[in-house]
């Protein structure tokens, strides 16, 4: 508990604020679904609630995830603060505009029945833009300087990062795709075509929380670097080949379910390898040992 408080007090004003919009969108996620659940409302189709809910709950753990992994890069704290603050902003947005029209009723992608709709769908795709932006600015610099972290946790960052920018690259094809179908009369093939890919979105939006909680949790082991090493090495390519299985399945219109033995296998084992780097990394961590940041650019357990 010590350790989850700390990152509060520890971090900045824009981390503070980010964790803080982050906590209010995953509460709102938390009330559609009750909303959901006592209405008896369905969790299926463009007009269904569910859509308030996943986007309250995911953006909500994103923007948590993301304030909290980059606050170990060495970024200019106004340009980081900009970059926050932006992806702030739009996961405000999206989740706000998405939310409001599930209570009109109608759909939230893909609608431009009314100039109101229009102009929501439009918000939506232009806040999907700034949030690859600030992402991709993100990245740059783990690549560039990671800061003062241990070479485990760096690795799980910039993993974290990259997979991050292929989970909202594909919301951008999502939302290409849908708006091409749509505009060309078809909305319900618009939600078809663009639904095909969520199983790639879904999967690679949350390696950002994932990988660096992975390292994080390891530093509070008594194990040395190396070996902490190893363990985020096998869950980086354990995360990157469930992404690239479900992406192959994701373009190719296959259902994970229903994709052949070998490659449900593949996908089966390296989600088991990432699970169990997760229950290793939990069997070896010692109550009183704290993460600490050293000014070196190490990072260790004491």
């Given at each position: 508990m010590n350790a989850v408080t700390g990152i509060w007090h520890e971090g900045g004003r824009a981390e503070r604020i980010a964790y803080t919009v982050g906590a209010a969108l995953f509460v709102s996620g938390l009330g559609h679904a009750v909303v959901l659940l006592t209405t008896g409302?369905?969790?299926?189709?463009?007009?269904?609630?569910?859509?308030?809910?996943?986007?309250?709950l995911s953006f909500g753990l994103t923007l948590a995830s993301v304030a909290w992994a980059t606050s170990f890069l060495t970024v200019r704290?106004?340009?980081?603060?900009?970059?926050?603050?932006?992806?702030?902003?739009?996961?405000?947005?999206e989740v706000a505009l998405v939310s409001?029209?599930?209570?009109?009723?109608?759909?939230?992608?893909?609608?431009?029945?009314?100039?109101?709709?229009?102009?929501?769908s439009m918000t939506l795709a232009a806040g999907g833009g700034v949030l690859i932006l600030t992402v991709i600015g993100f990245t740059a610099a783990a690549l560039v300087e990671p800061g003062p972290a241990a070479p485990s946790l760096r690795l799980a960052i910039r993993a974290g990062l990259l997979v991050?920018?292929?989970?909202?690259?594909?919301?951008?094809?999502?939302?290409?795709?849908?708006?091409?179908?749509?505009?060309?009369?078809?909305?319900?093939?618009?939600?078809?075509?663009?639904?095909?890919?969520?199983?790639?979105?879904?999967v690679a939006m949350h390696a950002i929380l994932v990988l660096p909680g992975l390292a994080w949790l390891l530093t509070f082991t008594r194990w040395?670097?190396?070996?902490?090493?190893?363990?985020?090495?096998?869950?980086?390519?354990?995360?990157?080949?469930?992404?690239?299985?479900?992406?192959?399945?994701?373009?190719?219109?296959?259902?994970?379910?229903?994709?052949?033995?070998?490659?449900?296998?593949?996908?089966?084992?390296?989600?088991?390898?990432?699970?169990?780097?997760?229950?290793?990394?939990?069997?070896?961590?010692?109550?009183?040992?704290?993460?600490?940041?050293?000014?070196?650019?190490?990072?260790?357990?004491?």
């Open positions: 409302g369905s969790w299926l189709g463009p007009l269904s609630m569910r859509k308030a809910v996943t986007f309250g704290q106004r340009w980081r603060s900009v970059l926050l603050g932006a992806f702030s902003v739009a996961s405000v947005v409001v029209q599930s209570w009109r009723g109608v759909p939230s992608h893909f609608n431009f029945e009314t100039p109101f709709d229009n102009v929501v991050l920018v292929v989970a909202l690259a594909t919301g951008a094809v999502m939302i290409a795709r849908g708006v091409v179908e749509a505009r060309g009369g078809d909305p319900r093939l618009a939600y078809t075509t663009a639904g095909s890919l969520k199983p790639l979105h879904a040395p670097e190396a070996h902490r090493m190893r363990v985020v090495r096998i869950a980086v390519a354990a995360d990157a080949v469930l992404t690239a299985v479900i992406g192959v399945e994701s373009f190719t219109g296959t259902s994970p379910f229903a994709a052949p033995l070998p490659v449900l296998a593949l996908s089966v084992l390296a989600a088991a390898a990432l699970a169990g780097t997760g229950l290793y990394a939990l069997s070896g961590v010692e109550p009183g040992i704290r993460f600490v940041r050293i000014p070196d650019g190490k990072a260790r357990g004491r």
